[in-house]
């Protein structure tokens, strides 16, 4: 039985999506693959707003989420730290060998733009890093006011990760001035796991250039090196770059300010139904990420059994993330899905537990 997904990624993947996927291969040396590469990568550009570059790799997001400080961290990270994603890309700064400080909020809290530019003032880092939505707490920083703090620091590159955000709200990488923007793709775009796109500033060239110890895989003056032959370093996950290509027409066809009110609309209907319920939400209101909504478990249900019962229905549910787990839990509502699906979840929740009708 297939379990319909509402956790935070993977999502449900569209059966054209899936079609597109068994595309017969060809191989990436030949033109038919650069033919491919370059379409996903003009589409990409106008759903990101960039005319700068934009990169795809063969890896989950953490993949680039590594590369990205194994290439611009110089002197010293600031690593901005709301939940779980975000706490662990500091570790993973450490493991890279660099010199990172980790800038901690509550769980449920969001990045600050005083608290960016009080730790830049400071002058120690040349590079910081932040989730713009931290899908472990179902935050949604406020990237437009800390985008305009970093343009106080344009020596810091400006490294951040959309991973469960892009697509789903509009994030114009040029217009804040982001240096290096990663997201993975089985979130809120919906395709299955394996592909990860980023971009990166002239700035960042520049920087990763004088860097020693970027290695080989995720080196971005090989993916750049690579680009003008719309091509990757290394075999691409082909299979996926034609779901991209597809989801990418997919969304230009929906209309990509109708995605992003889709996904406010889906968001306030969740939240909605959980108040109706007497369900809080845990980060302030907001702060609620346009994507899924972390609830509080204000009435003590018992979210174990309501997890083992909705998957033997059919339907997978996230019963929270890490130290909340269990406190809270997560809906997602992000990639394709629209108000009907979220109304079979429901139904599903208040037939395993009346008291929630
Ligand atoms: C905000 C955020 N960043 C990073 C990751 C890690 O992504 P991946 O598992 O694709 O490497 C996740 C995964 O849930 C995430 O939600």
Redesign the pocket.
């Known amino acids: 039985m297939h379990k319909k997904l509402f956790i935070?990624?993977p999502v449900e993947v569209h059966p054209e999506i899936l079609a597109a996927m068994a595309t017969p291969m060809v191989g990436h040396r030949m033109k038919e693959y650069a033919q491919l590469h370059g379409r996903a990568k003009s589409k990409l550009k106008t759903l990101l707003g960039t005319e700068g570059k934009v990169y795809l790799a063969t890896s989950?997001?953490?993949?680039v989420?590594e590369g990205a400080v194994r290439n611009l961290v110089g002197t010293r990270c600031a690593n901005f730290c709301n939940g779980a994603?975000s706490d662990k890309w500091h570790d993973v700064t450490l493991r890279c060998g660099k010199q990172a400080d980790a800038i901690r909020f509550d769980w449920g809290k969001p990045v600050t733009p005083e608290a960016v530019e009080q730790a830049l003032a400071s002058g120690k880092y040349d590079s910081m890093t932040m989730?713009h939505?931290?899908?472990?707490t179902g935050v949604m920083s406020p990237l437009g006011e800390i985008a305009e703090v970093m343009r106080k620091f344009p020596e810091v590159m400006f490294i951040v990760?959309t991973?469960?955000s892009m697509s789903a709200v509009n994030i114009p990488v040029d217009t804040l001035g982001i240096d290096c923007c990663i997201f993975?793709v089985?979130?809120a775009l919906a395709l299955p796991?394996g592909l990860?796109i980023f971009t990166a500033s002239e700035k960042a060239l520049k920087r990763a250039s004088t860097i020693e110890g970027r290695g080989y895989y995720f080196d971005f003056l090989e993916f750049d090196a690579n680009d003008a032959k719309d091509n990757t370093p290394s075999t691409p996950c082909i299979s996926q770059i034609y779901a991209l290509d597809c989801q990418l027409d997919r969304m230009f066809a929906e209309g990509l300010e109708l995605r992003w009110a889709r996904h406010q609309a889906l968001a306030d209907y969740v939240r909605g139904w959980l108040a109706e319920r007497g369900f809080g939400l845990f980060p302030e209101a907001q702060f609620c990420s346009q994507t899924l909504t972390c609830a509080r478990n204000s009435r003590g249900i018992d979210l174990a059994l309501l997890k083992k019962k909705l998957d033997e229905s059919g339907f997978a549910f996230d019963d929270g993330y890490g130290k909340i787990k269990g406190q809270t839990f997560r809906i997602a509502h992000m990639g394709d899905m629209t108000h009907s699906d979220l109304d079979e979840l429901f139904a599903a929740m208040i037939t395993i537990m009346p008291e929630l009708a």
């Open positions: 935070p990624g989950s997001a953490f993949g989420m994603f989730i939505n931290e899908t472990s990760d991973v469960s993975g089985q979130k796991p990860a």
